[in-house]
């Protein structure tokens, strides 16, 4: 039992096209994040949403639109596709009741590459 | 400003001994979580250990140890009796709660294990 899934696992595109990844966790959690990894592994959060509501949004363009249907999912849009956009996205989801003990979980990434 | 430092691009260790990734932090806050992530060549982050700010012990699962000194702000990850199967990239990682949990990952440190 995937504890949190992504598709597509692969995305391959031109650059100016619109895509999308998602997410969904069977953890029962209320708190799902997305990250971006860049090509030197360097990982940074780009998006929290808690019970379906926009928490941290990390200074991220505006062409990226993470959408929340409800608490166990998390998609992201993504309009325009730019050459620094490849990259590995990584969704977690987490309970966040406590910070000291808030182990996220991740799901197995989506490597974008944008040509 | 808040962050998370792993001074060590690259690690060796030898089959069967133990290993000592860094990992250093800045925060002012009281509250937070200190988590080691391993990311294998196959790309998934896979939780591996955490500690809470105010634990006072440190956290110890199974060949994995955290040697938490909260004066001096590090959290290293120390593997015992290192197998092969541990060469991988290791993250530290922080949660703060900014209004939302939002973590902070270091840049990682390559483990190479050699039989």
């Known amino acids: 039992d995937t504890a949190v899934s992504q598709t597509p696992k692969y995305l391959v595109t031109q650059m100016g096209n619109d895509k999308s990844i998602k997410c969904e966790q069977n953890?029962?959690?209320?708190?799902m994040y997305w990250y971006k990894q860049d090509s030197k592994k360097f990982l940074k959060i780009m998006f929290s949403y808690n019970n379906k509501e926009l928490i941290i949004n990390e200074t991220v363009p505006n062409r990226f639109s993470p959408k929340s249907p409800d608490k166990a999912h998390l998609n992201l849009h993504i309009n325009s596709l730019e050459l620094g956009d490849s990259a590995v996205y990584f969704c977690a989801s987490s309970l966040a009741r406590q910070v000291s003990t808030d182990t996220q979980y991740f799901g197995p990434g989506t490597r974008l590459t944008v040509l | 400003a808040q962050k998370i430092t792993q001074t060590q691009p690259g690690m060796f260790v030898q089959e069967k001994e133990a290993v000592t990734l860094d990992c250093t932090y800045d925060?002012?806050?009281?509250?937070?979580?200190l988590f080691w992530y391993k990311q294998p060549s196959s790309g998934e982050m896979i939780f591996l250990i955490y500690q809470g700010s105010y634990d006072e012990q440190n956290a110890t699962e199974g060949r994995y140890s955290l040697n938490f000194q909260k004066a001096r702000k590090s959290a290293n990850l120390v593997i015992s009796a290192s197998q092969l199967g541990d060469s991988a990239m290791y993250f530290c990682?922080?949660?703060?709660?900014?209004?939302?949990?939002?973590?902070?990952f270091g840049a990682g440190t390559r483990l190479f294990v050699k039989a």
């Open positions: 953890l029962g959690h209320d708190t």
């Open positions: 990682a922080m949660i703060r709660n900014t209004g939302g949990f939002k973590t902070i």
């Open positions: 925060t002012s806050d009281q509250s937070y979580g």
